[in-house]
């Protein structure tokens, strides 16, 4: 549909409608990997290695900073190294485990999805909005809230254009900052006040699930606020909170934007009336989804694969490990079908699709009719 159809309301389920003989062969095809390399799925030697150094990272870094930096100026790096490592733990640890591609044993995998209660999340709610709504419908505006970030800025061609978005390719990178606080301190509650994650309606938590997650948010408070403030002035652990937890968010986002919110992702809006879309559920994750960097070995490790998003939407419960080997699987087959596979070479290439991208919907010739 063209930047200049505005969008529908959501209607109350979307169906994918198109044949299935691609996501078959692909499947297919991964499989015979699997049992030719007899590499595993899931239960990676390599994960479990880099779940201990992170989390040992985690720890080492939040004694350090709180009982050891004597001067401001020593602690500031710590505390950027500090949101670096929690980032780190979000696409590696927490995202495998939510997606159940840590283990075959799903009290591993739950466990696993935990660590976000640990840095300021809710493995229950992150099931719903990104388990369920982004993955299913991937760059749909009005279903994808991860495509929303309400009036402050225009990610897809099918929401509104407001006169201040000429200057969201400057003003976003600076609000990125602000994601993990916002979710931090007010957008999980409000979900769960609420009932509601964007557009969809959520079950509130109920039982051992609500008491995970108030036990949850009082760990990460305590481990934030309260136990910081019994060394230090709060305005001190104020500023250091801000700090990390501004590192953790625009590191977060910005490798999100790069595999959706750039040139070449494909930005599908359902018929208005029966909710219908014309393409088969894998291909749409194919197309409106894109690659970046899939040579740099150290992004693939740090990110968590985050960097292979076509595989990872096709396959979310395989552990990220096997990735840049299932990339080159995908894209052949892609080749064979005909489905448009995305990638940008770099991470600065990605980067800077998104600036465009950015500052291509703030023109005003691009707004919704």
């Not at 739950?110 to 991937?138: C, D, K, N, P």
């Not at 402050?152 to 978005?165: E, I, N, S, V, Y």
């Not at 064979?336 to 465009?356: I, M, Q, W």
Request: with cysteine.
């Amino acid at each position: 549909m063209s930047p200049g159809t505005s969008a529908p309301a959501p209607p109350v389920h979307l169906k994918f409608i198109g044949k299935n003989t691609f996501q078959r062969e692909l499947r297919t095809r991964i499989d015979a990997y699997f049992t030719r390399t007899g590499r595993r799925k899931r239960d990676c030697w390599q994960m479990y290695l880099k779940t201990a150094l992170l989390l040992t990272s985690f720890f080492g870094l939040y004694v350090l900073l709180v009982f050891f930096m004597p001067t401001w100026w020593l602690a500031v790096p710590v505390a950027i190294a500090l949101g670096l490592v929690t980032a780190g733990i979000g696409m590696n640890v927490q995202h495998d485990g939510s997606h159940h591609a840590y283990s075959d044993r799903p009290w591993i995998n739950r466990v696993m999805a935990m660590t976000l209660e640990m840095i300021g999340g809710s493995s229950y709610l992150w099931h719903y909005q990104h388990g369920v709504f982004h993955h299913t419908y991937t760059n749909i505006t009005g279903h994808d809230g991860d495509v929303d970030v309400g009036i402050f800025g225009r990610l897809t061609p099918h929401q509104k254009r407001l006169p201040f978005h000429r200057w969201q390719h400057l003003y976003m990178w600076l609000l990125y900052g602000f994601v993990a606080i916002r979710w931090h301190l007010w957008g999980d509650l409000s979900d769960i006040i609420f009932g509601k994650s964007g557009e969809h309606p959520i079950p509130r938590p109920k039982g051992w699930d609500l008491v995970q997650f108030i036990a949850g948010k009082v760990f990460f408070i305590s481990l934030v606020f309260v136990v910081p403030m019994l060394f230090h002035p709060w305005w001190v652990v104020l500023l250091f909170y801000v700090l990390a937890a501004s590192v953790v968010g625009i590191v977060l986002t910005v490798v999100f934007q790069l595999a959706h919110a750039v040139e070449g992702a494909e930005f599908t809006i359902p018929d208005g009336d029966s909710g219908r879309i014309d393409n088969a559920w894998a291909i749409h994750q194919a197309e409106s989804t894109v690659d970046f960097a899939r040579g740099n070995r150290i992004a693939a490790y740090l990110l968590g694969g985050l960097n292979f998003q076509i595989e990872h939407h096709l396959f979310p419960r395989i552990c990220h490990i096997n990735y840049p080997a299932l990339s080159k699987i995908v894209e052949q087959t892609c080749h064979d079908f005909g489905v448009k596979y995305n990638e940008h070479r770099t991470f600065a290439a990605g980067v800077a699709s998104h600036y465009r991208w950015l500052r291509y919907l703030g023109r005003a010739d691009t707004a919704v009719v």
